[in-house]
């Protein structure tokens, strides 16, 4: 069961540490550049809004991924709009929907890609 944003950034390392992506760990509290788990060749947010996430908040994570030279990750409790998943899937960006009860779904092709294959890296 997630309960809070904390518990929802820790499950999402746990989802990306089961991937095969190395030393995953939820980033401090703070001034995280929007990063709130990172790992090895790996930026994710985490988001547990109302509202679906949109393609300006992709876009930024995109931003700092490519800085950071890594993949990208997003997990949203209230989904994508139709704008974004578009988006993600050109900038493949990873994207995972998650439900309180800890259950996950690919949201499109580069997720999908990841639970079939796992990390490459």
Do not use: C
Not at 12 to 17: D, I, N, T
Not at 65 to 86: H, I, K
């Amino acid at each position: 069961m997630i309960k809070g944003h904390e518990a929802a950034e820790a499950y999402a390392a746990e989802v990306l540490a089961a991937l095969g992506f190395q030393h995953v760990v939820r980033t401090p509290t703070g001034a995280d550049g929007g990063i709130d788990v990172k790992g090895v060749g790996i930026v994710a947010q985490v988001k547990m809004e109302a509202l679906p996430t949109s393609r300006d908040r992709l876009q930024a994570l995109f931003g700092v991924a490519t800085v950071e030279r890594s993949a990208a990750a997003f997990f949203s409790l209230a989904g994508y709009t139709s704008q974004a998943l578009a988006w993600a899937d050109r900038a493949e960006i990873a994207l995972f929907e998650f439900e309180f009860d800890g259950s996950l779904l690919a949201a499109n092709a580069t997720a999908e890609h990841l639970i079939t294959h796992g990390a490459d890296v």
